[in-house]
């Protein structure tokens, strides 16, 4: 019985062992570098991945996130959301400006110069920070709004530079100028803290650097041994990612509005109108992520609503020439972004939009000629057939019509075998006749 009981005591505490050390091995590092990839436009979905890993930083309680940063620059209101995540992080933020040819422009610069570290790899540039505004009617905005834009950029930029110690005429210049620099140039001016080839040389170099960060305090980085942990984008990320991209976010809507068209064009079809109405609500959702131009959007709801009219009224051809170049005008000005990355490109827009005109209006060319068409089927399919009298018709007789035998009457008497034409059906079971 002792044996026993010291035996189950033993297999309890490897058991109990075993479990802790498994346990330890799921949990993460308590002091890791984390690092996370952005190839892409400034845009909610790109902000949503960077203040979460942050926030993921914080809880793992990393010694250093790395944003890995290649951007043509983006939407202001996601720019200062990530900037004003960065500057709460209770974890160093480093923004590295990298592969070779990457760049950090716009508002890719305003995030490096907000954040802890700016660093740049070899080959890169950043700047070109002047704000470009336009209204909701894709128009440049007047000199006065551009002034007040251009003042507000400016004062935000030389507040983040004077506080992470960084050249504010510098960061100025990038602004009110637009100019841009090399990783050389960033450097000789006091824009970044260093240019490094690889994750490696930035952790080498700033092991035990004594940070000012932006709240004042003062930091030691502690970074030597510790290993770089990548944050994926999740499954969701990924994909609202694909469909933020306008050139597909502009097919998804022609398919969608063509699928609908069809669908009620020829009700019963049921996988156009399923098809449409998918990728018209993906086209919608990337519409709450890209600024939208919803003047132009009314083009092209013009330009479906031309193509209708165009088959129902004699215009000899001017309201669907006036559809198509509603549809082409309202595409090209569909994104309201200065960035070409936030806007489809006029290789898929013109041909779509073309295409789709032409597909639009040979649709509607059927409908309507299938309703012109003379019914084939019931009562109405007798009128205007041609038949042959079986019998002298004075003023009635049998003819015989459409594969079938009828009784017929005439308002003339019409000999035996003489061809007759059917132009009124009386009942069921008779019908009016007249010689050919």
Do not use: C
């Not at 004062?155 to 637009?178: F, P």
């Not at 809507?253 to 609500?281: D, K, N, Q, T």
């Amino acid at each position: 019985m002792g044996i026993s009981t010291t035996y189950n005591e033993i297999n309890m505490k490897r058991s109990f062992r075993l479990g802790a050390l498994l346990l330890l091995l799921t949990l993460p590092s308590a002091a890791s570098i984390y690092r996370i990839v952005v190839d892409a436009p400034v845009h909610p979905i790109s902000s949503e991945y960077i203040t979460r890993s942050i926030d993921k930083a914080d809880q793992d309680k990393a010694s250093l996130l790395i944003i890995v940063l290649n951007t043509p620059g983006g939407l202001d209101t996601a720019m200062r959301e990530i900037i004003s995540k960065i500057l709460a992080s209770p974890v160093p933020v480093v923004t590295y400006v990298a592969p070779a040819g990457a760049r950090a422009a716009s508002a890719g610069f305003y995030i490096g110069i907000a954040s802890d570290l700016f660093v740049m790899a070899p080959g890169t540039n950043t700047g070109a920070a002047h704000p470009v505004g336009v209204s909701i009617t894709g128009q440049s905005m007047d000199k006065t709004m551009e002034e007040k834009v251009t003042q507000d950029a400016v004062s935000y930029i030389k507040t983040l530079a004077e506080k992470r110690g960084r050249n504010v005429q510098a960061a100025e210049d990038a602004v009110r100028k637009s100019f841009s620099y090399t990783e050389k140039e960033a450097l000789d001016k006091g824009l970044i803290d260093l240019v490094a080839g690889s994750e490696e040389e930035i952790v080498a170099h700033f092991d035990g650097w004594t940070l000012q960060r932006f709240s004042g305090e003062s930091l030691v980085l502690r970074l030597k041994g510790e290993p770089v942990v990548d944050i994926p984008m999740t499954a969701r990320q990924k994909f609202l990612l694909t469909i933020s991209n306008p050139n597909l976010a502009y097919i998804l809507l022609m398919v969608g509005l063509l699928g609908l068209y069809f669908e009620f064009a020829h009700p019963g079809a049921i996988l156009p109108g399923v098809l449409g109405a998918i990728s018209l609500l993906l086209a919608i959702f990337s519409f709450q992520i890209l600024p939208i131009n919803y003047v132009a959007l009314l083009l092209i709801f013009l330009a479906i609503g031309l193509f209708v009219l165009e088959v129902k009224i004699q215009s000899f051809g001017i309201l669907g020439v006036g559809g198509i170049v509603a549809m082409v005008i309202g595409s090209v000005m569909l994104v309201n972004s200065p960035i070409p990355e936030l806007q489809p490109s006029l290789k898929i827009i013109i041909p779509t939009a073309i295409g789709l005109s032409l597909i639009f209006l040979f649709l509607l060319f059927l409908v309507v000629r299938a309703h012109s068409k003379k019914a084939v089927t019931g009562k109405e399919g007798l009128v205007g057939e041609v038949g042959t009298a079986q019998t002298d018709l004075n003023p009635e007789g049998k003819v015989f019509v459409h594969g079938e035998l009828w009784n017929a009457e005439a308002a003339e008497p019409i000999a035996k075998g003489s061809k007759v034409k059917v132009t009124r059906v009386l009942d069921t079971l008779k019908i009016r006749v007249e010689k050919l």
